[in-house]
């Protein structure tokens, strides 16, 4: 079955602290990983897609398909960054364009 | 810009009342779909579209039906809402171009009293 896990329901760290939040998945194809993020009172929107590879407010994240992790890293956390992170994969053996959705993850940065 | 706009912001209903949701979008996208959003729990897709008149059932669809009459509105329907229906609601849409991103909505909040 797919799933999409991120283990940790609220991840709190200081300001300039490297951040690491979890993501790992069960999929039995060649998935489709994202990570969307929602600031407080704002709208769901898309940070980054692994298939981009590239970087996004100094976020990244690497595709372990030996692993199945898709772990979404910073290395020096800003305040602003604090907000709700959901991992997402897209992969339905009937259509791609359905997402399942983890079950996020809050970033608390403290000054 | 993509714009996704659900008609309501807050919602509160009674029970056994029936409900409505509606969603626009202005981008011409073909797929739209609709969420419920729960601390814990994350995003669990209740319904999706492909193209007007179509819809499919996603991992939670009891309670609740769709409509997709247009191409750029699709509405939720709680039949008889029920208390353990109170949650926040997202809409999205996306192209049919192979894994585009998904641009939500604000969100209803909808309690059932």
């Known amino acids: 079955a797919q799933r999409v896990t991120q283990p940790e329901k609220l991840l709190s760290v200081f300001k300039g602290a490297p951040v690491e939040l979890k993501c790992n998945y069960s999929y039995s194809g060649s998935p489709e990983l994202f990570w969307y993020v929602q600031y407080s009172r704002q709208r769901l929107q898309l940070l980054l897609r692994?298939?981009s590879r590239e970087s996004i407010k100094g976020f990244t994240a690497d595709l372990n398909k030996g692993e199945t992790s898709f772990h979404l890293k910073k290395p020096f956390a800003q305040e602003e960054d604090s907000a709700m992170y959901y991992c997402a994969l897209s992969g339905h053996p009937k259509n791609t364009d359905k997402l399942i959705f983890g079950t996020g993850t809050r970033l608390q940065v403290f000054p | 810009d993509v714009k996704v706009t659900q008609s309501s912001r807050y919602l509160v209903k009674r029970t056994g009342e029936k409900v409505f949701l509606e969603c626009v979008q202005d981008m011409d996208h073909e797929n739209m779909f609709w969420y419920r959003q729960d601390p814990g729990l994350g995003l669990r897709l209740i319904y999706f579209?492909?193209?007007?008149?179509?819809?499919e059932k996603g991992d939670i669809p009891e309670g609740y039906s769709v409509s997709r009459e247009k191409k750029e509105r699709f509405s939720l329907i709680l039949e008889s809402a029920s208390t353990n229906q109170t949650s926040m609601y997202l809409c999205?849409?996306?192209?049919?171009?192979?894994?585009?991103?998904?641009?939500f909505g604000d969100g209803t909040r909808l309690s059932i009293l």
């Open positions: 999205a849409s996306s192209s049919r171009v192979s894994n585009q991103p998904q641009h």
């Open positions: 579209s492909y193209d007007v008149k179509m819809k």
């Open positions: 692994h298939i």
